[in-house]
């Protein structure tokens, strides 16, 4: 079965930085689209950025230039370099596989990134 168990979160102040990570387990990883989707409060879920195994990626147009997602396909990681966070960047983060429909669970806990004064 697939997981996927995030971490780096944390609280910073406006203009921060954060690098989340993400282990992955129980799939083909290294032929794998994978993504960082967020979660607000009171907001629906939304993709953040997204790598194809090529090493393509795409973002979300609001963290274009600021946010940079990477893989190691020989560790089964992916990871979301965050810089020059703003406050809109708060939110739960969660990593998956993405299907060509949308993302493949199951979600993990996810992991909590604060961006405040």
């Known amino acids: 079965q697939a997981r996927f168990v995030e971490s780096g979160g944390g609280v910073v102040q406006p203009g921060g930085s954060l690098r989340l990570s993400c282990d992955v387990s129980?799939?083909?990883?290294?032929?794998?689209?994978m993504a960082w989707y967020r979660q607000a409060p009171g907001k629906e879920r939304e993709l953040v950025a997204s790598?194809?195994?090529?090493?393509?990626?795409n973002y979300l147009e609001p963290v274009k230039e600021r946010f940079s997602i990477s893989r190691d396909d020989a560790k089964n990681m992916e990871s979301l370099q965050m810089n020059m966070l703003k406050p809109e960047d708060t939110g739960v983060y969660f990593c998956?596989?993405?299907?060509?429909?949308?993302?493949?669970?199951?979600w993990g806990q996810g992991t909590q990134v604060t961006v405040s004064v």
């Open positions: 998956t596989k993405q299907g060509r429909l949308g993302p493949i669970g199951p």
């Open positions: 129980g799939i083909i990883f290294s032929v794998a689209v």
């Open positions: 790598i194809s195994p090529g090493g393509r990626s």
